[in-house]
């Protein structure tokens, strides 16, 4: 099987896992990842993560040009964006509407440069600090731009009143770091005004040393 099939199959086969647990609905989200000659398979437009078809993902060149399947997600200046601002760093990028992730971008007290209270190892080990960006009327190209503005600082980004975006080094890095932003977004609404504990800056510092994350 080449490289090409497997990634077609693995993109629609984890979709289909968030999709089945509840992370997005209907036809919203979008995934996108890089084949190792720089050719990007992405979600179409309207279509939903719970019916991904292999064969009709879209598929860009390595200048981001379509070259096959159907009519990409309206979403693209997201992807294009990081997989232009974080080359080395980044195979694959998954953009959802998961309800935990997007209530927490409402609450006027959110740290807009570090959305995610650190409240477990793995939200800082796998994300780094989660920047909040303000509301973008979904498909506008600003919303690359404001991923640019952040000069590849950051692999995840929450966008107001709209969803997570997030850049893995690979497909299941992707996957599994938007399910950690969503986890830890619940956990912070289920204790928001419990005063919980949390981790100190000395248990951050050390997570951050040990496992290299982005955390400038």
């Known amino acids: 099987m080449?490289?090409?099939?497997?990634?077609?199959?693995?993109?629609?086969?984890?979709?289909?896992?968030?999709?089945?647990?509840?992370?997005?609905?209907?036809?919203?989200?979008?995934?996108?990842?890089?084949?190792?000659?720089?050719?990007?398979?992405?979600?179409?437009?309207?279509?939903?993560?719970?019916?991904?078809?292999?064969?009709?993902?879209?598929?860009?060149?390595a200048d981001v040009r379509q070259i096959d399947g159907d009519k990409p997600t309206k979403e693209m200046p997201l992807h294009s964006a990081f997989y232009e601002t974080r080359q080395a760093k980044t195979g694959a990028v998954v953009h959802l509407h998961s309800s935990h992730s997007v209530a927490l971008s409402l609450i006027p007290e959110v740290d807009p440069e570090n959305m995610l209270p650190p409240l477990t190892a793995y939200s800082i080990m796998r994300l780094g600090k989660v920047k909040l960006l303000p509301y973008f009327m979904p498909g506008d190209p600003a919303m690359g731009d404001a991923i640019r503005g952040l000069a590849g600082r950051r692999s995840a980004v929450v966008l107001a009143n709209h969803g997570p975006v997030v850049a893995g080094k690979?497909?299941?890095?992707?996957?599994?770091?938007?399910?950690?932003?969503?986890?830890?977004?619940?956990?912070?609404?289920?204790?928001?005004?419990?005063?919980?504990?949390?981790?100190?800056?000395?248990?951050?510092?050390?997570?951050?040393?040990?496992?290299?994350?982005?955390?400038?």
């Open 170 to 216: 690979d497909l299941e890095a992707a996957v599994y770091a938007i399910e950690e932003l969503e986890e830890t977004a619940k956990l912070a609404l289920l204790t928001r005004g419990a005063n919980p504990a949390m981790l100190n800056a000395e248990q951050i510092t050390a997570i951050v040393e040990k496992f290299d994350v982005d955390w400038d």
């Open 2 to 61: 080449s490289e090409e099939t497997q990634l077609r199959e693995q993109m629609c086969r984890l979709a289909k896992s968030m999709f089945e647990r509840g992370l997005t609905g209907g036809s919203s989200g979008n995934i996108s990842a890089r084949l190792s000659d720089g050719r990007l398979l992405v979600s179409p437009t309207g279509s939903s993560f719970g019916s991904l078809d292999p064969a009709r993902l879209s598929l860009f060149d």
